[in-house]
């Protein structure tokens, strides 16, 4: 059962445009969210993340939205670069106890020049 | 410089044969992942461990082995008994502690061939 769901595969958009990706989940119990970048063949790098006491979290081009109510969250990347092409995952963790990250699948961003 | 690093970074190994993949850290964390990730997959995490002598089996720790006599490596050992090795393995790192809230450092990763 996928508690962190990331149902867009894919997503293209232009340079210098708006990229939303989004993120469901379904555990009430995740109180802290990452988004993690991964290029092909390498580690994943950490990107943004918010806590459930939040719901925007900004750090320069990146901004994560969190609706808890809803369970969803989106990383909106403003403007969209070329080098922001790469595979974005959501990430999930429990607070007071619950050390793991759950991931979802992730989607395959493409920005095109 | 600090970080975690994986060697080697590609490896290919003859079915039945034991595999032991290195992970090493310098950033002082106290907490190491073990992750897999296949094609069109997330990561699935296979063993973690938040202290010196102590590790846990996460969601797919069927046929896998860890250690962890310092606090500086978490090696994995993918033993004949997984039945299907080839992935891309990554490790992580964090300074996780219960009740905070945290960050996980990866490696490079290293992909294993099963043939």
């Known amino acids: 059962d996928q508690q962190v769901k990331q149902n867009s595969p894919s997503l293209s958009v232009q340079e210098g445009r708006i990229s939303i990706l989004n993120c469901d989940y379904t555990n009430s119990m995740f109180d802290y969210f990452l988004w993690y970048k991964k290029y092909p063949a390498e580690g994943p790098t950490f990107l943004i993340s918010?806590?459930?006491?939040?719901d925007k979290n900004e750090d320069g081009r990146f901004t994560v939205f969190l609706n808890k109510s809803a369970k969803h969250l989106s990383l909106h990347i403003v403007p969209s670069q070329p080098g922001d092409s790469a595979v974005y995952f959501c990430a999930a963790s429990g607070w007071g106890g619950s050390e793991k990250l759950v991931f979802g699948k992730g989607t395959k961003l493409t920005v095109n020049p | 410089d600090g970080g975690i690093t994986q060697s080697p970074k590609y490896l290919f190994r003859k079915e039945g044969q034991n595999v032991t993949l290195s992970c090493e850290q310098n950033l002082n964390h106290d907490a190491m992942y073990w992750y897999r990730q296949d094609p069109g997959q997330g990561l699935r995490l296979i063993y973690y461990s938040q202290i010196v002598n102590d590790f846990q089996k996460g969601d797919i720790a069927e046929g896998y082995s860890v250690s962890r006599e310092k606090k500086e490596s978490f090696p994995l050992t993918v033993t004949s008994a997984q039945k299907n090795p080839t992935a891309f393995y990554l490790c992580?790192?964090?300074?996780?502690?219960?009740?905070?809230?945290?960050?996980?450092?990866f490696g490079p990763g290293t992909r294993l061939t099963v043939t």
């Open positions: 992580a790192s964090s300074i996780a502690l219960t009740g905070t809230t945290y960050e996980q450092y």
């Open positions: 918010i806590s459930s006491i939040k």
